[in-house]
T-cell receptor, first 114, second 112 residues
Framework: SQTIHQWPATLVQPVGSPLSLECTVE??????LYWYRQAAGRGLQLLFY??????ISSEVPQNLSASRPQDRQFILSSKKLLLSDSGFYLC?????????????FGSGTRLTVV | GNSVTQMEGPVTLSEEAFLTINCTYT??????LFWYVQYPGEGLQLLLK?????DKGSNKGFEATYRKETTSFHLEKGSVQVSDSAVYFC???????????FGTGTRLQVTL
């Protein structure tokens, strides 16, 4: 069966520090991969999605970046965190290029920038 | 592009009350429709889905019917429990898109 792993679960980082969040998927190949952010009390904001290795689409201009170095690995990074980067970050995958079967989400990373 | 309108929350109900959370959407083509649930401190879980008109998705006592004529996918449950307290997201998808469009979410609070 397919599983998605996301870590760390909780992170407290100072302003200006770098960030690296990792997401891996097991039990499938060539998944679509997604990074979402959920600010406190708000809905989901799509940050990046990827349909293949090295293929990244950015939805929102910001100081975050994403990379997909391997088929089932998706990394969210920042060189210098801002206070506004605080939030709940969710990784997700879908098995088809058209997401017809919906997404499976990871358990999320709660990031607090202080 | 796709868009979703969900009723604003929070929705506060007593245990065993009837629940309806409205969702309407605009989308090109014939989207698949999804409801996701997010329990406190957790990621999103797929609650139910429907892939064509008049389909009814159901899970854990929740139901939603794909209404093509009204472009709606309202979530219902006949008798809510305290454990149903969560945020619920509606999301349509078209077959040609690589990403779902999520509604803003509706927070449900169920009290004893």
């Amino acid at each position: 069966s397919q599983t998605i792993h996301q870590w760390p679960a909780t992170l407290v980082q100072p302003v200006g520090s770098p960030l690296s969040l990792e997401c891996t998927v097991e039990g499938t190949s060539n998944p679509n991969l997604y990074w979402y952010r959920q600010a406190a009390g708000r809905g989901l904001q799509l940050l990046f999605y990827s349909v293949g290795i090295g293929q990244i689409s950015s939805e929102v201009p910001q100081n975050l970046s994403a990379s997909r170095p391997q088929d089932r690995q998706f990394i969210l990074s920042s060189k210098k965190l801002l206070l506004s980067d605080s939030g709940f970050y969710l990784c997700a995958w879908s098995p088809t290029r058209d997401s017809r079967y919906g997404y499976t989400f990871g358990s999320g990373t709660r990031l607090t920038v202080v | 592009g796709n868009s979703v309108t969900q009723m604003e929350g929070p929705v506060t109900l007593s245990e065993e009350a009837f629940l309806t959370i409205n969702c309407t959407y605009t989308a090109t083509g014939y989207p698949s429709l999804f409801w996701y649930v997010q329990y406190p401190g957790e990621g999103l879980q797929l609650l139910l889905k429907a892939t064509k008109a008049d389909d009814k998705g159901s899970n854990k006592g929740f139901e939603a019917t794909y209404r093509k004529e009204t472009t709606s996918f309202h979530l219902e449950k006949g008798s809510v429990q305290v454990s149903d307290s969560a945020v619920y997201f509606c999301a349509p998808n078209t077959g040609t898109a690589s990403k779902l469009t999520f509604g803003t979410g509706t927070r449900l609070q169920v009290t004893l």
